[in-house]
């Protein structure tokens, strides 16, 4: 029978043979870890809450938000450009709803494209020839 090195086992494994060996229980008694130590459970915020969240930016700044931009709401960091860029993806592949694109149309205005606007067919990193 080859025996493994003790380091190469997880902790769990250790303590099931530490028992086996002592012919305990299994029953070992661990320090209880405080409730401060586990993070806070985050709630998600739906697509139209995000949405007024959108209106807000949009109204104070009067542009919508960059790539990387981000807001503060119920105490929380709400990173509002990444999730304006996860949207505009879904619309370009067509997996986003007629009324969320129509919600996503009176925040942006001139900013969201309309629905029938086909993504470009020329391939990532080809450059339009100029006549």
Do not use: Y
């Not at 012919?23 to 401060?36: C, D, E, L, M």
């Amino acid at each position: 029978m080859v025996r493994r090195k003790p380091s190469l086992l997880s902790r769990d494994k250790q303590e099931r043979t530490l028992c086996r060996r002592t012919h305990s229980s299994g029953q070992v008694p661990f320090p209880a870890q405080s409730a401060s130590a586990t993070p806070r459970a985050r709630t998600r915020r739906s697509f139209h809450q995000t949405a007024e969240l959108l209106r807000l930016f949009v109204e104070r700044r009067g542009r919508p938000p960059r790539a990387r931009e981000w807001m503060e709401a119920d105490g929380e960091r709400v990173m509002i450009g990444p999730w304006l860029c996860k949207v505009r993806t879904r619309r370009n592949l067509h997996q986003l709803s007629e009324e969320k694109s129509q919600l996503m149309r009176e925040i942006l205005k001139d900013d969201w494209i309309t629905a029938d606007h086909e993504p470009s067919t020329e391939e990532p990193g080809q450059v339009p020839e100029i006549p």
